[in-house]
């Protein structure tokens, strides 16, 4: 039966050291006896357990580990007592009335290593291990001493600091098939969180891997590979692992975290990947709406080579949509191009809306920005006098343009219902010199109209390789969260 980790019990092997191996209750052979023929009680040391705890070297982790073990090894010694018959009070390693020799525990092994925990409760790690040295210049071995010696050598390695001797002693245990899946994965897991707070990645992610292989399946450990891959450098491999765990988190019909989907969207940058980068910045703005993530989306577009002039307008919309609009230039920027494009009542709301909040209205620009509100504001009065004179004009006209135009600049005065309608008319009339983004047009002035679900419809519709598809996708984003 192997010992538990650090906290050994007094009873089953500590007590009857302390007496010596002629003692009553020691068997010479290297086995525990049970004194008068009963198996002694093995009590909980949280007092001990709470100042080991306490050290910052051990941590929390750790102890919980060592917990663990302590209450495995409680399990064993209780199915021990079925063994136990009234000819002989011995408990055995096995069944078999000849001890295995595998199996025998000698005191000049034991002692040492009983010495070493107390010098591990105590802090005394170095200590601690020259006790451990001692243990393992007995000669001969057997397998279960070498087991327990493995064991308290990592334990107080973790106490040092030393990555290395932990992981090696832990990696012997675990190969020598004594300890249980379950405690063998704990193990594997300990290793894996030493090599990561020693900044050794690599061997951070090498273990956490193995732990993967070996049945685990924390999520956590799944988060700890990822990061030890990108913190190792190893870009590519990390985003694969984190964009499986996207993939499952929405499958599962649960929000990635916003650690992940960064993480994610960092690795794509590192190895260039802008399909990658626009999943997870998608992502992002789906599931964590920042206005600086919005800003850097909006940011890269724009930098598109090729990026026309005729969507900077569609643009500002966006970014007006999503708070996006905080400079006077910006307002008075969008307002001009919608002017240009004979939508003066947007540029009106826009104006207005610039004056309300403080933004434009002061500074040396004031003046400017007042003429340009009662431009627009004029221009948004002769409109509503001719709509219908516009509206007969794209009517007889050969192409939808005129319809659609018209109809977007009604949809921004107001009159969503007709506006909307001529739109699609123009649109199914065709002709149209940009027909992409007179669908993106459509779409945003559903959106605004407070018909989602065509909104929605109408975006993904949306195509060409010019940046209006791309543009869509934002926009359809926005619309997803929308509340109309």
Not at 6 to 16: D, H
Not at 170 to 189: H, N, T, Y
Not at 424 to 436: A, D, F
Not at 458 to 484: E, M, N, P, Y
Request: hydrophobic content about 45%; aromatic content about 8%; some cysteine.
């Amino acid at each position: 039966m192997p010992l538990s980790l650090l906290t050994w019990t007094r009873a089953a092997l500590g007590e009857v050291l302390g007496r010596g191996a002629n003692a009553p209750g020691f068997f010479s052979g290297g086995a525990c006896l049970a004194e008068n023929g009963k198996i002694p009680n093995f009590p909980g040391r949280p007092a001990e357990t709470a100042a080991a705890m306490r050290n910052p070297r051990t941590g929390p982790f750790v102890m919980n580990l060592i917990l663990d073990f302590w209450r495995a090894f409680v399990r064993r010694v209780a199915l021990a007592t079925l063994v136990v018959t009234a000819a002989s009070a011995a408990i055995a390693w096995a069944q078999s009335p000849t001890p295995d020799p595998n199996e025998v525990f000698r005191a000049e092994v034991g002692k040492p290593l009983q010495a070493a925990e107390e010098l591990i409760k105590a802090g005394k790690y170095s200590d601690a291990m020259a006790k451990i040295r001692e243990a393992e210049q007995v000669p001969n071995p057997t397998a279960v001493e070498t087991y327990n010696i493995n064991r308290m050598r990592g334990v107080a390695a973790m106490g040092l600091g030393d990555t290395q001797t932990a992981a090696r002693s832990f990696d012997a245990v675990i190969a020598s098939g004594r300890s249980a899946p379950a405690e063998q994965l704990k193990l594997i897991e300990a290793i894996s969180a030493m090599y990561f707070k020693a900044h050794d990645y690599a061997n951070a992610a090498t273990w956490t891997q193995r732990y993967f292989k070996s049945g685990g399946t924390s999520p956590d450990m799944r988060m700890q590979l990822a990061r030890s891959l990108y913190l190792g450098e190893q870009y590519g491999p990390a985003a694969t692992e984190l964009r499986a765990m996207v993939d499952a988190d929405e499958k599962a019909g649960t929000p990635p975290t916003l650690e992940r989907l960064e993480l994610l969207a960092n690795c794509y940058i590192k190895t260039n990947d802008g399909a990658g980068y626009a999943y997870a910045v998608d992502k992002l703005l789906a599931y964590y709406p920042k206005k600086e993530y919005w800003a850097d989306a909006i940011r890269r577009l724009q930098g598109k080579p090729g990026f026309p002039d005729s969507l900077q307008l569609d643009v500002l919309r966006l970014q007006e949509a999503t708070g996006g609009l905080t400079d006077a230039a910006q307002y008075t920027a969008m307002a001009q191009l919608a002017l240009r494009v004979g939508a003066p009542a947007e540029a009106k709301r826009v104006l207005d809306r610039g004056f309300a909040s403080g933004v434009l209205g002061s500074g040396p620009d004031a003046a400017e920005q007042r003429k340009l509100r009662d431009t627009a504001t004029k221009q948004a009065a002769d409109d509503e006098k001719i709509f219908a004179q516009n509206v007969k004009a794209g009517a007889a006209a050969k192409d939808g343009s005129g319809l659609v135009s018209t109809g977007y600049a009604m949809v921004c005065a107001g009159h969503y219902e007709q506006g909307i309608a001529l739109m699609e008319q123009g649109i199914q009339k065709g002709g149209i010199g940009r027909p992409e983004e007179a669908k993106l047009h459509l779409a945003i002035a559903y959106l605004a109209a407070g018909q989602k679900a065509n909104a929605i419809t109408a975006f993904k519709s949306v195509q060409g390789g010019d940046a209006t598809a791309d543009l869509a996708r934002l926009w359809l984003i926005h619309a997803q969260r929308s509340s109309g």
